[in-house]
């Protein structure tokens, strides 16, 4: 069992940044590879891009790929979302969740709002 808290959400402007937290606590983090994933209302959740275990692999959507970079701390037992150049169709509730890989996610945690305003 891992549990993980996101933190770091917030409202900005347009092509403001952010950065996400999403810690862990529970089992060793760094068997876990980490997706973040959004939602937005009315929308379905969809995923933003995902790290492996080591962090030495990265996937990102197109909207985000350049604008969006996600890396690992495992001695913090942290991953990060760092946004930049943020939209306003970036605003979304974002979740960080752990799985044993990048294609599967078991743990999830509660959420950060994002909202972008223009």
């Known amino acids: 069992q891992v549990q993980l808290v996101e933190s770091g959400g917030g409202l900005v402007q347009a092509g403001d940044s952010l950065r996400l937290s999403c810690t862990a606590s529970?089992?060793?983090?760094?068997?876990?590879?980490i997706g973040w994933f959004r939602q937005a209302p009315g929308k379905e959740r969809e995923v933003v891009g995902r790290?492996?275990?080591?962090?030495?692999?990265?996937y990102y959507i197109d909207s985000v790929r350049g604008r969006f970079t996600i890396s690992r701390d495992n001695a913090k037992n942290t991953v990060y979302l760092q946004m930049n150049s943020l939209k306003p169709e970036d605003t979304a509730v974002y979740y960080c969740?752990?799985?044993?890989?990048?294609?599967?996610?078991?743990?999830w945690g509660q959420g950060t709002q994002v909202t972008v305003s223009s």
């Open positions: 790290i492996s275990r080591s962090g030495g692999t990265t």
């Open positions: 969740a752990a799985g044993a890989s990048t294609l599967s996610f078991n743990y």
């Open positions: 529970g089992r060793t983090f760094s068997n876990y590879a």
